[in-house]
């Protein structure tokens, strides 16, 4: 078998490593400028194109996102829905927490002046397959319709439904439960601050709009 | 003595590693043989992890196998071509350099073109580049042989492991939720065996096909020696 | 207080509830490979358990400060040839490649090491260790890490990191054991002539998975039991 190759011929040795490196590092790079804006766009249209479905009357380009700090004190991104005319109507908050398997990541719509829930949307979900996966479905979601953001939505395991109160899924009680309590400490974390911006009027800290209002 | 005219040190190869024109296997032939023969998870045992993490659904089986696909045949065919320069030390160095770089490629591929399969796949396709079969390929093939054999066997070992993917998938899904593409296949009375979709029922499939595959196997070889 | 618990529920998540091997299908290879004796497997789940952590802390630190986007290191070189603070730089299109490198590096230094100061111990693991490179398991815990260090709000700090890590490692090494347990008992029983080998394995690592399923939920056990505790 050879030596090790001495000191001097280390680079004789890995020049080939050396530039392939850098070739596939400019490849990368390449890779990099031109997918990296096509699948930033992905990412935020997934939570996008669920606005129109959450919000009556909302146009998802004319949403605005805006940093709040929350009740625990973190920032957090609020999405304010607006109409064609742009008027208001609605607002949009993304809350997570543990659910039975994984973390559970949940969209939450609000109406207007933040009194009821308009519905939620299961972003992402690594329950079980076959019972706690319905939580994505809309015979689930759409039960958070309409409840009221003022009290917590509280889960019963059968029906009828009085108040606030939802219906868990048949064999998927942890993970209906999770749900709830993530829209509930979602709620509870936003609301006041939500309130308070929508008092104090727009762009005191709005991020930049998604499309430039110029191009109207 | 004819024998003694070769250097004692160096042993003959083996005859997979003699390029064609010194009678090793043709490109054809190593192409037939990456399907069933040689089939890399059901004979080789190779690259196991996805074929247990993504074959809960024909869609995403299909996707992980054109991604192994993508990456087996382009890293494939760029060692064979760099095969002269490699310094024997430095070559895996040098296969985990560039198979990296065409997983990368087809991550961010697949995350700017198919978002939501992408989510689905997760973890998996970075995890192309400890498939032990890309590295076992460049490694006994593509830096052994030109480029036409090194793309055929690459092209041939794609398909079988799509073959592998596609069948235990098949299985998994039309159990699991009685549609194969998310076609519904099975009545609507079927009752979904969900421990398929799950992990134990992934297990189970694979132990059992392999089982089946041995099976086979071993009457076709009963049948070959009684006949000779 | 909270953080304790919060490395608790990882290591646990890690280890049982959604272990690397049963759950998520990482480290197959030398699972069914190296599971014949007890001894060696559980050696091996050793290892496996420390190039993990070794691996695990070099890759946090090489992705907090340098390749996560808004890292701190590319941030002050560019501030430093000029470029505008308005742009995030982010070299994530990297990861996948240094973090193989890390991993393979990482394996080269504990065989050293090992060789050196635990000569009977290397002896033992024999060719084990260069095969753990290509264990699934490793790349597959760093890939947990950074998808926890995405969210500039929610980074995780090296402890959380360092707790999946060995939570994981921990659980490999638990699998592992019990399935070299079982083969050495398959040895002897009847098996079918097809499914000897592998065939028998990957059954029995389906009814281990269904027994580790059972594990579902006791993460959320452990904390309200702790949080119970401590009032």
């Keep these: ?216 | 003595m004819a024998e003694d005219t070769k250097p004692t040190a160096d042993p003959e190869p083996a005859a997979e590693d003699l390029s064609p024109a010194d009678g090793g296997p043709t490109a054809a032939e190593r192409f037939i043989n990456g399907i069933l023969p040689e089939n890399p998870v059901y004979r080789q045992l190779l690259g196991m992890c996805p074929v247990l993490a993504v074959t809960g659904g024909m869609k995403s089986a299909v996707t992980m196998a054109a991604a192994t696909g993508f990456v087996l045949i382009c890293s494939n065919v760029i060692v064979s071509l760099i095969r002269g320069l490699l310094k024997p030390h430095l070559r895996i160095l040098v296969f985990t350099l560039t198979i990296a770089t065409f997983v990368t490629i087809a991550d961010r591929t697949l995350a700017a073109f198919l978002y939501q399969m992408s989510k689905t796949l997760g973890p998996y396709v970075p995890l192309i580049i400890v498939n032990c079969l890309i590295i076992s390929r460049c490694e006994i093939c593509a830096s052994k042989q030109s480029v036409g054999v090194a793309f055929f066997d690459a092209l041939g070992m794609a398909l079988g492991f799509l073959l592998a993917l596609s069948s235990l998938a098949t299985v998994r899904e039309l159990l699991g939720s009685g549609t194969w593409f998310d076609m519904t296949v099975l009545p609507a009375g079927w009752p979904d065996w969900g421990v398929m979709i799950l992990p134990p029922g992934a297990f189970l499939t694979l132990g059992l096909l392999l089982g089946l595959c041995e099976w086979v196997g071993q009457i076709r070889e009963a049948r070959a020696k009684r006949s000779s | ?231």
Excluded at chain 1, 17 to 27: R, T
Excluded at chain 1, 140 to 163: M, N, Y
Excluded at chain 1, 194 to 211: F, Q, R, Y
Excluded at chain 3, 54 to 72: K, M, Q, S
């Design chain 3, 1 to 231: 207080m909270e953080t304790v618990i919060n490395l608790i529920q990882i290591a646990i998540g890690a280890a049982l509830i959604n272990n690397f091997v049963l759950h998520y299908f990482v480290g197959i290879c030398p699972f069914l490979g190296v599971s014949r004796k007890v001894d060696t497997a559980f050696g091996m789940g050793c290892a496996v358990t420390f190039v993990i952590s070794v691996a695990a802390t070099l890759n946090w630190t090489l992705t907090y400060f340098i390749l996560r986007p808004g890292a701190p290191l590319p941030a002050w070189i560019w501030k430093m040839v000029g470029g505008d603070s308005a742009t995030t730089l982010d070299l994530s299109v990297l990861s996948y490649i240094m973090y193989i490198f890390v991993i393979a590096s990482s394996v080269q230094f504990v065989e050293m090491y090992v060789r050196k100061f635990f000569p009977p111990l290397y002896k033992s693991f024999g060719v084990f260790l260069p095969l753990i490179t290509t264990n699934c398991a490793i790349l597959f815990g760093c890939l947990e890490i950074l998808k926890h260090l995405q969210d500039p709000t929610a980074l995780w700090g090296l402890h959380e990191a360092l707790a999946l890590a060995i939570g994981g490692g921990i659980g490999f090494t638990i699998a592992i054991s019990m399935m070299a347990g079982i083969r050495e008992e398959l040895d002897m029983c009847d098996v079918p002539k097809s499914l000897r080998g592998a065939g028998i394995a990957l059954i029995t690592a389906g009814i281990m998975a269904m027994a580790f399923m059972g594990f579902a939920g006791v993460d959320r056990g452990v904390q309200q039991a702790v949080t119970f505790l401590m009032k």
């Design chain 1, 1 to 216: 078998m050879s030596e090790e190759p001495k000191q001097g011929g280390y680079i004789s040795q890995a020049w080939l490593v050396i530039l392939l490196a850098l070739l596939y590092g400019g490849a990368l790079a390449g890779v990099q400028t031109t997918l990296g804006p096509i699948i930033e766009e992905n990412k935020k249209n997934e939570t996008y194109s669920v606005i129109p479905e959450l919000i009556e009357g909302a146009v998802k380009e004319n949403t605005e996102e805006i940093d709040v700090v929350g009740e625990n004190g973190k920032r957090q991104r609020v999405y304010k829905a607006l109409g064609e005319d742009k008027q208001l109507k609605g607002w949009l908050l993304a809350a997570s927490g543990q659910g039975f398997a994984d973390k559970i990541d949940v969209l939450v719509g609000l109406n207007a002046d933040l009194s009821t829930i308009t519905g939620i949307y299961v972003l992402d979900q690594k329950e079980t397959p076959g019972l706690g996966n319905f939580i994505i479905d809309p015979p689930f979601r759409d039960q958070f319709a309409g409840k009221s953001c003022l009290e917590p939505v509280q889960v019963v395991k059968a029906g009828p439904v009085d108040g606030n109160q939802i219906v868990a899924l048949s064999g998927a009680t942890i993970s209906s439960e999770s749900v709830a309590t993530i829209v509930n400490k979602g709620i509870a974390n936003l609301r006041g601050p939500i309130d308070k911006l929508a008092a104090e009027g727009p762009s005191e800290e709005a991020n930049t709009p998604p499309e430039d209002p110029a191009k109207k």
